[in-house]
């Protein structure tokens, strides 16, 4: 989120757009000094009192576990951040406001119905491509979110029946996308009138989304077909600026002159930080995950989510002599030869540069997110892994054929051409404008 946030600073400080506002709060809070010295032009507006839910004592954070009391108290909590927020977008007075999420109760959809009172346009760029799919799947096992399943699933149902968009059944039961008591808390709040389960489905004007499978997905979803406009991730720009296999990329630095490997570069899952498998079997497969890539002949990098925490990973990492890069993995990407990720958004960024590329489906989640890819590799269990990547890294021929089958495939996800800053920078000077993006 951070670095698409600097990549739309850095354009409009360029373009000299300063009618719009960067609201920084959540993820983005923590960040501000970097964010707000990117553009003098984009006015930075910060959220001051993001609750630090982390600091409350243990006796009230265990009080908020439970459900009933989470109802009665958060729309008081929301009633006074939306107060908050309400006074500092009327200080500020914003064209428009930028968001990178809008599901998320507190802060983003707190300004959002702040923003949409005081009719100030807001528009969310999406940092990463999420799927209804995927978030079926990590509820399907979840009675809280079941309305077929535990003794308050009649409470659900009545909730789905007032509340329509907040329910879905992808084949894995019906669910809702928050649990009950969230959900009711919502709902209390005022702020329950939103189709949460696409990014872009809240109170936004327009939502600038990666390709037209996205496209499709969220107007299915909240027939709104004006609200969403394909533009591609600011940080896609990067990857297309960059050039492939430069001597200067920031990977891995070289010993011996000569013949070089091939550089793998992979995604580390996190089925563990997204409760996709227990913690214990997370990190064994990682370790697994990490024997195999050891043992590929290939210059081996891996890239680690910006939430990850590294030093879960770093002895895995240094037992089997492999590199954690301290880069975007925008910026080493566009380097690499080979990718490995497990049902990742960067699997189409890799698909559309080209890159020979494994899916890891060692959660079992069988997704048709990837569908168009039909020459995707899956490996299913560490056994399959091995020989998949032994035939991609000591077959330059192959890389290369399944790299530009790949690409050929990857249209219906968007395409890094270099241009989606401006895309994106176009709809917020039209929304600044009066326009509707």
């Known amino acids: 989120m951070l670095e698409e946030a600097l ?15 960067l609201l920084a709060c959540g993820e983005l809070l923590r960040d501000i000094p970097a964010v707000a010295t990117a553009s003098r032009a984009f006015r930075i507006v910060v959220d001051e009192a993001v609750p630090a839910v982390h600091s409350k004592p243990p006796v009230w954070r265990r009080l908020m576990r439970a459900g009933p009391l989470r109802v009665l108290w958060t729309p008081f909590e929301m009633a006074r951040r939306r107060g908050q927020a309400r ?40 940092y990463a491509s999420s799927s209804s799919e995927s978030d079926a799947w990590t509820r399907r096992d979840k009675t809280a979110y079941s309305l077929d399943r535990g003794a308050l699933a009649w409470a659900r149902r009545l909730f789905a029946r007032a509340y329509p968009a907040h329910a879905l059944d992808l084949g894995m039961g019906p669910q809702i996308f928050y649990s009950l008591w969230d959900s009711l808390a919502l709902a209390v709040s005022g702020m329950a009138g939103t189709q949460p389960w696409v990014v872009g489905g809240g109170r936004v004007a327009v939502a600038a989304i990666q390709g037209p499978t996205d496209f499709e997905e969220a107007v299915k979803l909240t027939q709104t077909p004006e609200r969403f406009r394909i533009t591609g991730q600011p940080s896609w720009d990067l990857m297309a600026r960059a050039e492939k296999r430069q001597t200067s990329s920031p990977l891995v630095a070289h010993g011996a002159p000569g013949p070089q490997p091939p550089r793998l570069v992979c995604a580390l899952p996190q089925w563990g930080e997204h409760l996709q498998m227990p913690w214990p079997q997370h990190i064994e497969k990682i370790a697994q995950l990490c024997a ?16 990850t925490q590294r030093d879960r990973y770093q002895p895995i990492a240094d037992l089997h002599q492999l590199h954690i890069s301290d880069l975007p993995l925008s910026a080493i990407l566009p380097g690499a030869d080979l990718f490995v990720a497990s049902w990742s958004s960067t699997l189409r960024w890799a698909a559309m540069l080209g890159i020979a590329s494994v899916n890891l489906d060692w959660a079992g989640q069988g997704y048709t997110l990837f569908s168009e890819l039909g020459s995707l590799p899956v490996s299913n ?8 990547l032994a035939n991609l890294a000591d077959d330059p021929g192959h ?6 089958q790949l690409r050929e495939e990857s249209f219906p996800y968007g395409a890094i051409d270099g241009q989606s800053g401006q895309r994106i920078l176009s709809l917020i000077e039209n929304l600044a404008g009066g326009g509707h993006g």
């Open 87 to 126: 006074a500092v977008l009327t200080r500020e007075q914003p064209k428009v406001i930028v968001v990178f999420e809008d599901r998320i109760p507190d802060p983003e959809m707190v300004w959002l119905e702040e923003a949409a009172r005081l009719d100030i346009p807001a528009m969310l760029v999406r």
């Open 399 to 404: 890389r290369t054929r399944l790299g530009a």
């Open 292 to 307: 195999i890539l050891g043992n590929t002949g290939c210059e081996v990098v891996l890239s680690l989510h910006p939430k």
């Open 7 to 21: 990549i739309l600073c850095g354009a409009i400080e360029q373009r000299r757009a300063g009618s719009a506002a």
């Open 381 to 388: 269990q560490p056994v399959d892994l091995a020989p998949l």
